[in-house]
């Protein structure tokens, strides 16, 4: 077979013999050179920088032919293509392998590319569409050496004084082949621009730094990771002035001006990753300090906690480097700043499963939960998203105030002392308007707490008891129920100490999500049951029984009602002290009852713990093994 090799600059069109075209001479485009090994099959090589990942090119005379493309530098799974270089869809799994895609075009010319290009064009679109809005502030700190602007985006309300608030600085697209930073920066801006009571609250209490493209050179010209110079801007931040590139310069100049008047209260890196799942990049103790360990790892957690594309175990862990943006910001300013990099995957989601894709959609999702774990960590409140820290709770009896640990919120939680029974701490939020809320728990974990622990609410009369063990699911919100508050008024929660193990007391989200109804909502969900296990006690098996109601229609994360995501069922069995022991269930279920059957032989004597999750309904019950 003979095979042609054909290099080019970026302003040449390729014509081969088969009569298929390539060509990359437009924004973001790259492409180095093709091999063809027949009429329908060609290596493509991209230009390369620090890494060859990238590419985004157009072939034309594709028409009904099934072409087979292989690109020789890459690392792409599922590339994406696109008939008017506007949507883009994803190769489906048959259609695509390492590196490799194969599909028969039902059009003449097709656009390809490793993930949705995000160019600078479409920036200033969006940015034209953005400024229209009242918060929005819009200006250029600096150029490139190719005289592209750096623009820095700021919205706050502006009839508020800057002195009175928090800020918060994101910035993305530093690696210019990591587009999909850019659609979740974009679903961030799309939520502080919702105009959501809430949001706007946010708005009157934090000044948003936000600049959307680090490096505009790269992206206009196709670069993976670097600027067009072949310079990574990333590591970059702790060069001599003479070696230090005009992105970092310019930039590093609006933070420190910034940062001298009043220190950010939060920095967020906004980049991608090849690997398929979402992660934070979080920074040791040992090369920060307890307190930046602890408020880093909270900050991750308030992300995770209502986000379906993120677990805990998808975290990263690294010493913190002077080179990047979070060292110089470590050097100059200590722990005043909470500094982290947030990555975005191109594929799938969470490392433990990868059955979730990746797509602009919920990479807007993910953006809205950003706000509002923003908001979480800098314990704003407003009425219809209030939370509780345990400063503000009353405390009656025995208790202790520990900072140990890092799944706590804020700065401490309360222990009641389980040798006082008559202990207690209550949570009130006042002047509530009339609506339906779901109230959530967050606490820390630990082998020590109860498995019994009581939450008692108080809500336009009505009264509620859930009951949870506090030995898991600890840093995350955890769903207690929906209350109905018909009137307005106020909603109070109440935890009384016991003796199965230490009650924890830390924080609560009480979170508006719709109209009153003029009935008690609670009944809605117990259509969700965990029964009791039969027999109980029993040696050495059991019947689990549960019940999964027709699903209510699926909602955004924006959302976030309590049992919108469906989906996944787990039931595990843990012993007391909180360790996992069997899995009994975990996979797709339809609605309906099921019984499962739990054998206990070769487990020791004692209580055991089993907990059934489908979506965000979480429920748990003991049950007594003896031999």
Known sequence: ????????????????????????????????????????????????DIGGRWFYFKMSGVKDKEVRIRITNSDVKR????????????????????????????????????????????????????????????DTIGFTNHLLPIQEMIITDKNIPNTEKKTVWIHARTHPGETPSSWHFDGIVQELLSGKETVNYYLTKIE???????NPDGVFYGRSRTNFDGIDLESNWNKDETNTAKEVKVIRARMKELNDAKPFSLFLNLHSQVSSFCTFWIHTAGSTSDKFYHYENLFAYLNISDNEYFEKPDLSFSTLKSKFPEGWLWNNYGDQIMALTYETPYDDYLKSSNDLTVTNENLFEIGSRTVYAIAEYLQLSQPKYYLLDNNIAQKNGNYFIDSSGIEFYGNSFIELDPNDTSANIIYTATALPA?????????????????????KISAGGNTYEETKTQKINGGQWNHLTTVDLENGGNISIKLQSNTTGKVIADAFRIKYVGATTGIDVKPIRNNFVLYQNYPNPFNPSTTIKYTIPTPLPK????????FAKGGNVTLKVYDILGKEVATLINGEQQPGTYEVIFNASGLASGTYIYRLQVGNYIETKKMLYIK
Do not use: C
């Open 79 to 138: 590339a994406m293509y696109s008939y008017d270089n506007k949507t883009f869809n994803r190769f489906s799994e048959e259609e695509s392998s390492f590196n490799v895609f194969i599909k028969r075009y039902t059009n003449d010319s097709v656009y390809v590319a490793y993930y949705t290009p995000y160019t600078f064009s479409y920036l200033q679109q969006r940015l034209n569409e953005w400024k229209q809005n009242d918060f929005v502030s819009l």
């Open 1 to 48: 077979m003979r095979i042609f090799t054909l290099i080019f600059l970026l302003t040449t069109l390729i014509t081969l013999k088969a009569q298929i075209t390539f060509d990359a001479n437009f924004e973001s485009g790259n492409l180095q050179s093709i091999e063809q090994i027949d009429s329908v099959s060609f290596n493509v090589t991209t230009r390369k």
């Open 208 to 214: 948003f730094h936000l600049i959307p493209f680090v």
């Open 435 to 455: 609506g339906k809320y779901d109230i959530s728990s967050w606490w820390q974990e630990n082998s020590d707490n109860s498995y019994e622990t009581k939450f």
């Open 555 to 562: 909602a955004s994360l924006r959302d976030n009602l309590p």
